[in-house]
């Protein structure tokens, strides 16, 4: 079954704008981590925060982790069209155990 | 580095075949491999876990003889869909586990006629 939800399911935005999107997880976690995926196509890792971490940036990415609520919010900062993907968190309970994908946010970066 | 193919990249066959499906660790050697299916606009789903000589450990409701797993060697776990139907029609994942992390095959789109 899947660890939980992420939201919204799709957000629509333009370029230049900010996108945020959110994962809430059900059990503890060791790690979270963002992937991206274009339509149709395999995963890319986008960052992994641990759980003792509460917030990390990556380039355009930042990403927030909050074990309290068991979520995670990924923010892209100036986006781009490039940047139009699926969108998935996932936990895993320890380092290289199974992991567990949200339902995962469809964004559209209208140019 | 860390680089996992799939191959095919896509297959159609008929209802009834089986179809193989390859996850090869390019760089690195893999005691661990997992596979994933996706429908479409859905998330991943976790459907084994395939260890190097050893059986593949199956998610709830996930059937094992509908499914086959073979992980004969440090950098190739091999899917198979036994009497594939438009059902199993989906786009399959698969990940080799290095150094802690997963790292993901391209994926392996299945349409069953």
């Known amino acids: 079954s899947q660890q939980g939800e992420e939201d919204p399911q799709a957000l629509s935005i333009q370029e230049g704008e900010n996108a945020t999107m959110n994962c809430s997880y059900k059990?503890?976690?060791?790690?979270l981590q963002w992937y991206r995926q274009n339509s149709g196509r395999g995963l890319v890792h986008l960052i992994l925060?641990?759980?003792?971490?509460r917030e990390k940036h990556s380039g355009r990415l930042r990403v927030t982790l909050d074990t309290s609520k068991k979520s995670s919010s990924l923010l892209i900062t100036a986006s781009r069209a490039a940047d139009t993907a699926s969108y998935f968190c996932?936990?895993?309970?320890?380092?290289?155990?199974?992991?567990?994908f949200g339902e995962g946010t469809q964004l559209t970066v209208n140019p | 580095g860390a680089v996992v193919s799939q191959h095919p990249s896509w297959v159609i066959c008929k209802s009834g075949t089986s179809v193989k499906i390859e996850c090869r660790s390019l760089?690195?050697?893999?005691?661990?491999m997992f596979w994933y299916r996706q429908f479409p606009k859905q998330s991943l789903m976790l459907m084994a876990t395939?260890?190097?000589?050893?059986?593949?450990?199956?998610e709830q409701g996930v059937e094992k003889d509908k499914f086959l797993i073979n992980h004969a060697s440090l950098t190739l776990s091999t899917l198979t869909v036994t009497s594939a139907h438009p059902e199993d029609s989906s786009f399959y994942i698969c990940?080799?586990?290095?150094?802690?992390?997963?790292?993901f095959g391209p994926g392996t789109r299945l349409t069953v006629t």
């Open positions: 059990t503890s976690i060791n790690n």
């Open positions: 760089d690195f050697q893999a005691t661990t």
């Open positions: 925060i641990r759980s003792n971490e």
């Open positions: 395939s260890n190097e000589g050893s059986k593949a450990t199956y």
């Open positions: 996932a936990t895993d309970a320890s380092y290289g155990s199974r992991l567990t």
């Open positions: 990940s080799a586990l290095w150094r802690y992390e997963q790292y």
